[in-house]
């Protein structure tokens, strides 16, 4: 049986490639960002690397963002709810399938009161409009698990 040896300021963690390892919640979250708007990207990503957070990828619509978590891993996927393949709810969904799936976190211009229900059913860990982006509003969504 293999075992994790962390300190007291980490917790184990494993998964389907190797043995458990040690997890430090103090290390930065590495983020893709998914939005067909090319603006959007890059202004989300130099808000998020501002903050400190590690944008690791981003991806234009659904398809892409599913083959870039693939490759990339992240912690955190900043998914846009309005793509031009499958929506962000499709996308947060095909994720949560996943041996170990990244945190989601669904983001629109529109009022979360818009999505109605669909919002509240999502496997996404929560929602911030576009305009409230800021790397502790997504770093508090994350903590919240």
Same mark, same amino acid.
Not at 27 to 52: K, N, P, Q, S, Y
């Given at each position: 049986?293999?075992? %994790?040896?962390?300190? $007291?300021?980490?917790?184990?963690?494993?998964?389907?490639? #190797?043995?458990?390892?040690?997890?430090?919640?103090?290390?930065?979250?590495?983020?893709?960002? /998914?939005?067909?708007? $090319? #603006?959007?990207?890059?202004? %989300?990503?130099?808000?998020?690397?501002?903050?400190?957070?590690? =944008?690791?990828?981003? %991806?234009?619509? #659904? @398809?892409?963002?599913?083959?870039?978590?693939?490759?990339? @891993?992240?912690?955190? /996927?900043?998914?846009? /709810?309005?793509?031009?393949?499958?929506?962000?709810?499709? =996308?947060?969904?095909?994720?949560?399938?996943?041996?170990?799936?990244?945190? /989601?976190?669904?983001?629109?211009?529109?009022?979360?009161?818009?999505?109605?229900?669909?919002? $509240?059913?999502?496997?996404?860990?929560?929602?911030?409009?576009?305009?409230?982006?800021?790397? $502790?509003?997504?770093?508090?969504? =994350? %903590?919240?698990?």
């Amino acid at each position: 049986m293999w075992e %994790a040896n962390c300190g $007291a300021d980490v917790r184990d963690v494993t998964d389907e490639f #190797g043995p458990p390892r040690c997890h430090d919640p103090r290390v930065t979250l590495t983020v893709l960002i /998914v939005d067909d708007h $090319a #603006g959007f990207r890059h202004f %989300a990503r130099g808000l998020l690397e501002a903050t400190g957070l590690s =944008v690791v990828g981003e %991806a234009e619509d #659904g @398809r892409s963002a599913l083959d870039a978590v693939a490759a990339l @891993r992240p912690g955190v /996927v900043l998914l846009d /709810v309005m793509l031009p393949d499958f929506d962000g709810f499709a =996308v947060a969904d095909r994720l949560a399938e996943l041996p170990q799936p990244p945190t /989601v976190v669904l983001t629109s211009s529109r009022d979360p009161r818009d999505f109605g229900e669909r919002l $509240a059913r999502s496997t996404a860990r929560g929602f911030i409009r576009k305009d409230d982006l800021s790397g $502790a509003a997504l770093e508090r969504l =994350v %903590a919240a698990g």
